[in-house]
């Protein structure tokens, strides 16, 4: 099938670390995405992995891939209030149709 | 402006009743998706066109969901006949030539039907 899966919520005190994870279902998928959605305001592309690495830094977050067990992974260092929204894997099916997950709700106490 | 435009923004409709949603992709972008979103669910693929062809509308529920993209630019979604369970926010997205297939999303047409 075409189902994404991720874990629905994550409560998390600032400054902690947060760790999203994400299965996906094509092998084939090249790039694989993270994306966020703030109250309010559209999708926005927040980083994404190439299918041919296993890992990826940009600054606060890691990407951590598993090809072998589809597992796409988000780990944002330092969580912060702003970090709150909720955050989407998702990933490229059939050439170019994004098929995303259900999203997991971040919440960031302070 | 330079983003994703999509009108209305907020549509109120009655069951059995015809809606159009438009959306105004960013200027270049050839490639132009639609997705519905229902509360607490991520976004569900709908159509996509490459240029004012539809190459992919494998997503649309029934026929009773149309789209178009006449000149390659703006696109409407059409729902005739519309029911209760089309309530959503309906997402725009259009996308360029970066190989990586970022996909920029307006920020959506709220439908609700009585």
């Known amino acids: 099938g075409e189902d994404v899966e991720q874990s629905l919520f994550l409560s998390v005190r600032e400054g902690d670390s947060s760790v999203i994870n994400c299965t996906y279902t094509?092998?084939?998928?090249?790039?694989l995405y993270w994306y966020k959605q703030e109250p309010g305001a559209g999708l926005q592309l927040l980083t994404y992995i190439f299918s041919n690495m296993d890992m990826k830094q940009d600054q606060r977050l890691t990407v951590l891939l598993n090809k072998k067990d589809k597992h796409l992974s988000l780990r944002i260092a330092d969580t912060q209030t702003g970090d709150s929204a909720i955050y989407f894997c998702?990933?490229?099916?059939?050439?170019?149709?994004?098929?995303f997950g259900a999203g997991t709700i971040l919440r960031v106490k302070s | 402006g330079a983003g994703v435009s999509q009108t209305p923004s907020n549509k109120v409709t009655e069951k059995g009743k015809y809606v159009e949603l438009r959306c105004d992709p960013i200027?270049?972008?050839?490639?132009l998706y639609w997705y519905r979103q229902s509360l607490g669910q991520g976004p569900e693929f709908l159509i996509y066109?490459?240029?004012?062809?539809?190459?992919?509308d494998s997503g649309l529920p029934n026929d009773r969901f149309f789209a178009v993209r006449p000149e390659g630019s703006v696109s409407t979604l059409k729902i005739q006949r519309t029911e209760r369970g089309d309530s959503a926010v309906y997402l725009c997205?259009?996308?360029?030539?970066?190989?990586?297939?970022?996909?920029?999303f307006g920020e959506g047409s709220r439908l609700t039907v009585l």
């Open positions: 094509d092998s084939s998928s090249t790039y």
């Open positions: 998702a990933e490229i099916i059939s050439g170019n149709k994004l098929v």
């Open positions: 066109f490459q240029g004012t062809g539809a190459a992919d």
């Open positions: 997205a259009s996308s360029g030539q970066d190989p990586r297939g970022e996909l920029f």
């Open positions: 200027s270049g972008h050839t490639a």
